[in-house]
């Protein structure tokens, strides 16, 4: 079955710098990778995703990137701010299949 | 749009009773709806896949005897832990996914189920 690893497992950073948390799969049938932001008590919300078709996508200050060949994919939040301190989660998954896979999250904390 | 809900959010009962959690999609309909567990700073784990008419498939070492999932329409899926105990504690999370569509999955909020 596919593995999904994430680093690091936490990660502060000052308001205002930028971000980066990096996954990597084990499935080369892997072609869709969301991003899930999950605050303290709640369940986990889509921030992007990206499908195996495409290198990289931008929302505002998250971007996420893909490397198929390499098998891993990144999260990138510029500009920082406190309001970004969650735990984040990848996942892999495949169009023929229902199964996310998830990674073991990464608690960001943003310092004022 | 694409809204998840759980009920209840939080919930504590006794050792040996039965507790039931519901997950509706509130804005779309649903074929599948999946449900995770996830203890406190860990990632989820999935627990079983709710099919809209059909036996959930559950994934290896997740008791089908002990947790009893109900997907009975498109926008319905519950979860019931049967007997209880302590171990069972944990937040459960729902998640569906359009009945058509790309791959997306929308969350639930989560319960916390606290056993005594």
């Known amino acids: 079955g596919e593995n999904v690893e994430q680093h690091p497992s936490t990660l502060s950073v000052q308001e205002g710098d930028s971000a980066v948390i990096k996954c990597t799969y084990s499935d080369s049938a892997s072609n869709y990778f969301p991003w899930y932001k999950q605050e303290l008590g709640k369940g986990p919300q889509l921030i992007i995703d990206i499908r195996s078709n495409v290198g990289e996508k931008k929302d505002q200050r998250i971007a996420v990137t893909l490397n198929k060949t390499a098998k891993h994919f990144s999260l990138h939040i510029t500009e920082t701010q406190p309001e970004d301190s969650a735990v984040y989660f990848c996942a892999a998954s495949t169009w023929n299949f229902n199964k996310f896979y998830f990674g073991s999250g990464t608690k960001l904390n943003v310092k004022p | 749009g694409a809204v998840v809900s759980q009920h209840p959010s939080r919930v504590i009962c006794k050792s040996g009773t039965s507790v039931k959690i519901e997950c509706r999609s509130l804005?779309?309909?649903?074929?599948?709806m999946f449900w995770y567990r996830q203890f406190p700073k860990q990632s989820l784990m999935l627990m079983a896949t709710?099919?809209?008419?059909?036996?959930?498939?559950?994934e290896q070492g997740v008791e089908k005897d002990k947790f009893l999932i109900n997907h009975a329409s498109l926008t319905l899926s519950t979860l019931t832990v049967t007997s209880a105990h302590p171990e069972d504690s944990s937040f459960y999370i729902c998640?569906?996914?359009?009945?058509?569509?790309?791959?997306?999955?929308?969350f639930g909020p989560g319960t916390r189920l606290t056993v005594l």
């Open positions: 804005d779309f309909q649903a074929t599948t």
């Open positions: 998640s569906a996914r359009f009945r058509t569509g790309n791959n997306e999955q929308f």
């Open positions: 709710s099919n809209e008419g059909s036996k959930a498939t559950y």
